[in-house]
């Protein structure tokens, strides 16, 4: 079962450093054709470098997952609890 579970893990992170790779060679293409926004699907305009910095985004918050996954527990890794989910609801 560990093993599946790494497998998959694996291959969403692989797929989502090409995607990310994706984003970035896509963005750069189109700055290298002299247009800064391109259309998408549903026909709006996409600002070209904020499709560049998306996909750097992603791809190294794929590197820095230990960072992003441990926000929400405190020093001794135990969940941190707020105030709001211990008060009692009337």
Same mark, same amino acid.
């Given at each position: 079962? /560990? $093993?599946?579970? &790494?497998?998959?893990?694996?291959?969403? &992170?692989? !797929?989502?450093?090409?995607?990310?790779? !994706?984003?970035?060679?896509? #963005?750069?293409?189109?700055?290298?054709?002299?247009?800064?926004?391109?259309?998408?699907?549903?026909?709006?305009?996409?600002?070209?470098?904020?499709?560049?910095?998306? #996909?750097? %985004?992603?791809?190294?918050?794929? %590197? $820095?997952?230990? $960072?992003?996954?441990?926000?929400?527990?405190? /020093?001794?890794?135990?969940?941190?609890? %707020?105030?709001?989910?211990? %008060? $009692? /609801?009337?």
């Amino acid at each position: 079962m /560990k $093993r599946l579970r &790494r497998m998959v893990t694996r291959c969403s &992170r692989l !797929f989502a450093a090409c995607f990310g790779v !994706f984003l970035i060679c896509y #963005g750069v293409l189109q700055i290298a054709r002299g247009e800064l926004s391109y259309e998408n699907y549903w026909g709006g305009l996409v600002f070209a470098p904020f499709t560049i910095l998306l #996909g750097g %985004f992603l791809f190294i918050a794929l %590197f $820095r997952h230990d $960072r992003v996954a441990g926000a929400w527990q405190d /020093k001794r890794e135990r969940p941190v609890r %707020f105030p709001a989910d211990d %008060f $009692r /609801k009337w």
